[in-house]
């Protein structure tokens, strides 16, 4: 099935370090969006993404939609300890009936304070 | 607003028993899904669910996993009968209809420990 490679797989960095991740497909995705998982908890989103090239914040958070359709990246600025946990990237695959969605495999931030 | 509700919140069984989990979309939101996470691993998608219609179903394990959302509204899932390999975190989504369709909003998740 299809696949997102989400990297890097984990990141451990200072508080108030900005931090980059990024999620690339081997198909086009008309539609992106980036959750957040906390220990115990199910994913929140933070952005949803629409067309290429988009470019949408959300507080300290960043993210854009490739111009190919095929990647996205999310940037965090001033990291504090509370952005801890797991982040995922999804996408909507293009043609797709169904709004089903295709997750990464997960970015682990740990920010140490 | 109140969100997804998923029970319970954890369930620890032995192989080859049966185990079912309970999910209540948001209100009003037509679509429901069903993922598996295993440890280290985003969420796969088991089945999705129009109102009480099956939409897609192609990854679900279909000789021991079933799911039904019978009036449209909440939903069960079932292992039977449950495998090592079944382990994880079972999450259920809904979304509304219109332009946020594509939007899912996530449960707290289920843990099953199959020993």
């Known amino acids: 099935g299809q696949q997102l490679n989400q990297s890097p797989q984990s990141m451990f960095i200072q508080e108030g370090e900005d931090v980059s991740m990024n999620c690339t497909s081997s198909?086009?995705?008309?539609?992106w969006l980036w959750y957040k998982q906390d220990p115990g908890e199910g994913p929140v989103l933070l952005i949803a993404l629409y067309k290429a090239g988009e470019l949408t914040s959300n507080g300290r958070l960043t993210a854009q939609f490739g111009i190919t359709r095929k990647d996205s990246f999310l940037n965090i600025s001033a990291s504090i300890p509370s952005d801890v946990g797991i982040y995922f990237c999804?996408?909507?695959?293009?043609?797709?009936?169904?709004?089903?969605?295709?997750f990464g495999t997960g970015t682990l931030l740990a920010v140490q304070p | 607003e109140a969100g997804v509700a998923q029970s319970p919140r954890y369930k620890i069984i032995e192989k080859r028993q049966s185990v079912a989990f309970w999910c209540n979309p948001i209100s009003g939101h037509a679509t429901l899904y069903w993922y598996q996470q295993i440890l280290g691993q985003g969420p796969k998608l088991l089945i999705q669910f129009q109102n009480n219609g099956v939409v897609d179903d192609s990854q679900l394990p279909k000789d021991r996993f079933s799911a039904e959302r019978l009036k449209g509204v909440d939903s069960t899932l079932k292992i039977q009968p449950a495998k090592l390999e079944d382990s994880a975190v079972y999450l259920c989504a809904s979304s509304p209809q219109g332009l946020a369709a594509n939007i899912q909003y996530f449960g707290a998740g289920t843990r099953l420990s199959v020993l």
């Open positions: 999804a996408g909507q695959p293009l043609g797709g009936a169904t709004n089903k969605l295709i």
């Open positions: 198909s086009i995705f008309n539609t």
